[in-house]
């Protein structure tokens, strides 16, 4: 079952990798499937190492790094898709965050200290990484939508899509970066107590 766990982590690499691509090549329903399936992979290997417990450091690692490129390959090409202020800033921020944290962790790591990512079902990390995906999805599938639209497939679901998707995945979108920040606050605590084991 570990094998399995490592292989979906694995996968949504790829998936992170394969999904700028379909970006440049305007594969639009190729890149929200793609993002779809790794999206399901990431709550699916959490939820098998859970129900197995076959949780180990070399699947903690990979599944962290599936979710991170997953997420922040996608969201780098939003900005070329969509360069506007109100995707591209938050995105400037999302990444940042990783990137500082990211930082705190290295630190800490030379010093022989562990900074594990939060164990909760619900931490703020978590509710993060799925808001980000849902704005993303949300994007993703208004993008493919608008792009195969003609006036001879046009109805009213096809309008109502185009009109609401866009507005979930700016609001999905800032949420996730109001939960960036207050996570990144959280990890700065967690931080400052564990400087205290530094002599």
Request: one cysteine or more; charged letters at 15%; glycine letters at 6%.
């Amino acid at each position: 079952m570990k094998i399995l766990v490592n292989l979906l982590s694995i996968f949504r690499i790829l998936v992170a990798f394969a999904i700028i691509f379909t970006i440049m090549f305007n594969l639009p329903w190729i890149t929200f499937l793609l993002f779809t399936l790794g999206a399901i992979s990431d709550w699916f290997d959490g939820f098998l190492a859970r129900k197995y417990n076959c949780c180990s450091k070399l699947g903690g690692v990979l599944d962290h790094i599936g979710d991170k490129l997953l997420v922040c390959n996608t969201l780098i090409m939003l900005t070329l898709m969509g360069p506007v202020w109100y995707i591209v800033i938050p995105v400037i921020f999302m990444i940042a965050r990783e990137l500082y944290i990211s930082g705190l962790r290295e630190f800490l790591g030379t010093q022989k200290i562990e900074m594990p990512v939060p164990k909760a079902r619900f931490s703020m990390g978590k509710i993060k990484t799925t808001i980000q995906m849902i704005a993303i999805t949300a994007f993703l599938l208004w993008f493919a939508i608008f792009a195969s639209v003609t006036p001879e497939t046009t109805n009213r679901i096809i309008f109502y899509l185009i009109y609401i998707l866009p507005k979930i995945g700016i609001f999905s979108l800032w949420m996730a970066l109001v939960a960036s920040i207050w996570s990144a606050i959280q990890y700065t605590f967690t931080f400052a107590q564990k400087l205290k084991k530094i002599k």
